[in-house]
């Protein structure tokens, strides 16, 4: 596995990626490697993700009107500071990161798949946020759509919390 792809996977939770979020990963380090950004920031994931075409993440964005082209041209038009290094990572794939497992935790999920990482793209103070608002596309409907997709619609708050009361996870020792 190329090294890029395996220090941003590192950011989240090693081995609980699916095949499926390992490709959009690698699909957006190609994209940022089409682009020749040595940058890599939650654009260039978003960019992936879309790319995974059997990924939830990739519905939910083509049920949001959103289109491979529309996320590319934004990221060709954003400014980047000039670099030094071969290759870095952003720190707002940490936010994303963060933001993926802890959707996959409230969903009651030990996997972290597209459509985790594609919550984590919509978290606030993500490049890959302003970029889908300037696409018009907010968060909530995001996470309406994968919730939808899912299946989840109207029960993820109240599921968790009730399930977590009648079944505390134990902590081994």
């Known amino acids: 596995m190329d090294q890029r792809i395996s220090d941003i996977l590192a950011l989240g939770f090693p081995g609980r990626q699916t095949d499926r979020a390992m490709e959009a990963v690698a699909l957006g380090v190609q994209c940022a490697d089409e682009l020749d950004d040595r940058h890599f920031d939650s654009c260039h994931l978003l960019s992936g993700l879309y790319r995974e075409p059997d990924g939830i993440a990739h519905h939910v964005l083509d049920g949001l009107g959103i289109k491979l082209q529309q996320i590319d041209d934004a990221i060709r038009e954003s400014e980047h500071d000039p670099i030094d290094a071969d290759f870095s990572i952003d720190d707002d794939l940490r936010i994303v990161m963060s933001n993926a497992f802890a959707s996959a935790d409230q969903m009651w999920h030990s996997y972290i798949g597209t459509e985790h990482l594609m919550l984590g793209v919509v978290a606030d103070g993500t490049h890959s946020a302003k970029?889908?608002?300037?696409?018009?596309?907010?968060?909530?409907?995001?996470?309406?759509?994968?919730?939808?997709?899912?299946?989840?619609?109207?029960?993820?708050?109240?599921?968790?919390?009730?399930?977590?009361?009648?079944?505390?996870?134990?902590?081994?020792?």
Request: charged share 25%.
């Open 131 to 173: 970029l889908l608002a300037d696409l018009g596309v907010t968060e909530a409907q995001v996470i309406r759509e994968v919730h939808s997709i899912l299946g989840h619609v109207g029960v993820l708050k109240v599921v968790p919390a009730v399930l977590r009361r009648l079944f505390p996870r134990r902590t081994t020792r």
